[in-house]
């Protein structure tokens, strides 16, 4: 009774316990997949966390058993790719539950699948959009970095070219020469008497 006063003073956990599962047979089926990590290995982990682990055609015939309600044509690149990564999560977590309770008829699957479709379709959604802005930002990160290990190679193989060296010779004497030249004019200048026009002289 004392650890499920906190729960029942707590409705908005409550609702969550709920929506992450289902009672089938007198036994709670977890619908959150995030629920199994203990009994994860790292390569279930990364297939479950990682989107585009499931093949297209995988996908695509499942959008309308998860989606009946979408017209996928009508949809941005951004917002189908989204829900097929929500499809995706959909299937893994099926084959999760499966796997960690076989005892499952096709009946009961059948009815975890309906709870899961309403209670979870947004937590997927948000899931993978999470996912996927952070691979793009992941992607962009990595092009900047091979954009200046490239730009910084073909400099150093630039400078490293012996014709580069032949042409750089002349050029570097010539900017020498110049600043030099620079330094001994400015410094006569700097010595050079100051002029002072005479004053006016007042009439007596």
Same mark, same amino acid.
């Given at each position: 009774?004392?650890?499920?006063?906190?729960?029942?003073?707590? =409705?908005?956990?409550?609702?969550?316990?709920?929506?992450?599962?289902?009672?089938?047979?007198?036994?709670?089926?977890?619908?959150?997949?995030?629920?199994?990590?203990?009994?994860?290995?790292?390569?279930?982990?990364?297939?479950?966390?990682?989107?585009?682990?499931?093949?297209?055609?995988?996908?695509?015939?499942? +959008?309308?058993?998860?989606? =009946?309600?979408?017209?996928?044509?009508?949809? !941005?690149?951004?917002?189908?790719?989204?829900?097929?990564?929500?499809?995706?999560?959909?299937?893994?977590?099926?084959?999760?539950?499966?796997?960690?309770?076989?005892?499952?008829?096709?009946?009961?699957?059948?009815?975890?699948?309906?709870?899961?479709?309403?209670?979870?379709?947004?937590?997927?959604?948000?899931?993978?959009?999470?996912?996927? +802005?952070?691979?793009?930002?992941?992607?962009?990160?990595?092009?900047?970095?091979?954009?200046?290990? +490239?730009?910084?190679?073909?400099?150093?193989?630039?400078?490293?070219?012996?014709?580069?060296?032949?042409?750089?010779? =002349?050029?570097?004497?010539?900017?020498?020469?110049?600043?030099?030249?620079?330094?001994?004019?400015? !410094?006569?200048?700097?010595?050079?008497?100051?002029?002072?026009? =005479?004053?006016?002289? +007042? !009439?007596?």
């Amino acid at each position: 009774m004392a650890s499920s006063a906190p729960l029942q003073q707590n =409705p908005q956990l409550q609702r969550r316990l709920q929506q992450d599962s289902i009672e089938l047979a007198g036994k709670t089926i977890y619908l959150n997949p995030f629920l199994y990590w203990r009994r994860f290995d790292a390569n279930t982990d990364r297939w479950l966390r990682e989107p585009g682990q499931l093949n297209e055609d995988q996908i695509s015939t499942n +959008r309308v058993r998860f989606y =009946p309600e979408l017209v996928w044509d009508s949809l !941005s690149d951004e917002e189908r790719a989204v829900k097929d990564g929500s499809v995706e999560m959909f299937l893994k977590s099926l084959e999760l539950i499966s796997t960690f309770n076989p005892e499952l008829t096709a009946g009961q699957l059948l009815e975890l699948e309906r709870k899961m479709a309403v209670t979870k379709k947004k937590a997927f959604e948000h899931w993978v959009g999470k996912s996927l +802005r952070r691979r793009s930002q992941e992607e962009k990160a990595e092009k900047r970095r091979f954009s200046r290990q +490239r730009w910084v190679r073909e400099w150093r193989e630039w400078l490293a070219d012996p014709t580069t060296g032949r042409a750089l010779l =002349p050029l570097t004497g010539l900017i020498l020469t110049a600043g030099f030249l620079g330094w001994h004019l400015g !410094s006569q200048q700097f010595c050079r008497e100051l002029i002072l026009q =005479p004053g006016v002289q +007042r !009439s007596r």
